[in-house]
Every structure is written in structure tokens, then in C-alpha cells.
């Protein structure tokens, strides 16, 4: 479960730049190599590792870490789509 939490949290990652990047009134556009799959790659290689060590200890640790910060992500896309409509000039009613 912590992998899959690992990978999501980077695939989540490139809408939240995106979301922001338009928030701000840029333009939004980004690329994802060499983020996926690098690096969830590494973290999936750094929980493995602490897994061998102790049972559990890299899937709690690197998992809840990434949990934590894919619900910070999730959080601020909604703060993003909410500055992107109040941005949207009112349609005056013809």
C-alpha cells in the first residue's frame, strides 16, 4: 500500500504545479521526466531497504511521509481552484 501512495503522490505532483502555475496567472505547462519515475522509484527503493531492516518500518515511514504530503497537495489544488475562480471575470448578465 505505501508504494502505491508513494507513486500517487508523485503523479499528483503535476497537476498541483500546474493548478498553481495558473493560479498565478502563468502559463501552465510542465514536464514530468525525470520526476516519474525516478524518483518514486527511489522512495518505493528507500522503503524496501528499511523494510529489510525492521518489518514495516520503510512502508510506515516513507509511506506516511508521502501520505502527509499528498494530502498537503491535495489541499492546496483545492486553495488553487478556488483562487482560479475567483480570478474568472463575472459574465454581466445581457
Not at 496567472?25 to 521526466?33: H, K, M, Q, V
Not at 519515475?37 to 527503493?45: A, E, Q, T
Request: aromatic share 8%; charged share 15%; with cysteine.
Amino acid at each position: 500500500m505505501a508504494y502505491l501512495v508513494i507513486w500517487l503522490t508523485w503523479i499528483a505532483w503535476v497537476p498541483t504545479v500546474l493548478l498553481e502555475k495558473r493560479s498565478k496567472g502563468e502559463t501552465p505547462r510542465t514536464s514530468i521526466f525525470p520526476i516519474v519515475p525516478l524518483f518514486p522509484g527511489l522512495g518505493s527503493l528507500a522503503a524496501w531497504g528499511l523494510d529489510a531492516l525492521k518489518p514495516r518500518l520503510g512502508s510506515s515511514l516513507v509511506g506516511g511521509g508521502h501520505a502527509v504530503l499528498l494530502a498537503l497537495m491535495l489541499v492546496s489544488c483545492a486553495v488553487y481552484l478556488v483562487r482560479i475562480r475567483r480570478r474568472r471575470p463575472q459574465n454581466p448578465e445581457n
